[in-house]
């Protein structure tokens, strides 16, 4: 009996151990401290990463046009296989929107997936290419985000199924897929950097072009090498060079007017992605075509 | 005889591939519609083809040739589209069409989509010919007015 008991006891403490580690490792966590100290927002700098960043195309309301894109109500469902997603409300409004956030707190959610209350987000949110942002950007985002409309209709809730609806197994899928790597390394010049960065970084391309696997993890060895469209319709294109033979003008264009080469025009999410990168300059524009044409070329 | 089996095989699979025809062209006027409205498109793409060329810098700006394109715009968006779009030529309707049936439960959307492109391509036509600037400027809102309606009513690839 003794002997029993003493084995009980051990396996309880090993079993409290080993899930007081694992909440350890996975626990939310936020920056590194200090990472938005002292920074100053510059609203007319954040417009453009608001477009860039493409946080009109989720957070507008479905269907919204023209000026109304700027009210960020959010309800926009999201058809995965682990259920539906719904964007968030993230006006102005301070209790239904994201009004009282810090910069710190728009910083540690837009890079670290993390919530003001410490929660994990789903990376539905795409935090793991936003994590490759300059804290100065994220700064003038929140100075410019200040200045749009406030809406006080409350945020859809998630409709995602158990064991997803449990926020902490994010720690475990973070740990696996969360990196701050960038995906395309090596010897870059001035113009493909800044194309790096607006597609990697802000633009979150790979989110949709680049597959993901049963766990939702993004196949990095297939960068922007697209698949079938997780909502189950269609497919998302391969715009490395082994898919896109597009010129670079031709890229610059398409996301300037919407028009492809052929003259047939952007359909589907593109058609609300090129809504956000027609405000880009032509500048960036010819920079997100440099680094297209840079990315290793997948048949 | 065996002569006569071929033939018979023969006779068979051309009538296997014309029921196959005429089950994705059930109505033939609906086959004709969908024809003639893809070659409006195809239309629209040639003209948007010579802006975008002379917007993209793959063309040299000729004024006369811009004012020409984008006046054809202005003539194809006017033109009235009533009996290109019959009942029954949706892509749930019939093969061969990317045509949602959206556009026949949502007239008024659809109308407000006609209106936006005869717009946008009377604000490329006040300015394709004034300098390459201002051509480049109007490409931008053809393309949203061409892609509103692509979007909502379009079946993706």
Redesign the interface.
Known sequence: MYMFLRIVFIAVVLAVLGGGAFWMITRPAPMAAGTYEGLTGDPVQGETVFWAGGCAACHAAPGA?GEARLVLVGGMPFKTQFGTFHAPNISSDPKAGIGDWSVADLGNAMQAGVSPQGAHYYPVFPYTSYVHATPQDIADLHAFMATLPADPTPSVPHDVGFPFSVRASLGGWKLLFFTDDWAVTGDLDAQQLRGRYLVEALGHCAECHTPRNALGGAERSRWLAGGP?PSG???IPNITPGGLSWSE??I??YL????TP???????EM??V??NT?HLSDEDRAAIASYLKIVPAIQ | MKKLTLAAAALAALGIAGAAIGASHADPAVGAAIKARKATMQL???N??QL?AM????MEYNAAAAQAAADNLVAISGTNQMALWPEGSDNASVEGTRALPAIWEDMEGITKSAAALQTASADMAAVAGTDLASLQGA??P???A???C??AY?A??
């Open positions: 046009e469209n319709q269609g497919s003008g031709d610059a264009e300037k007017s919407g028009f052929e003259f047939d025009v952007a359909g589907g058609a609300d090129v809504k027609a | 629209y793409a040639f948007l083809g975008g917007a993209k810098g793959d490409m931008g053809l393309g949203g061409c892609g509103a692509h979007k379009r993706a690839d």
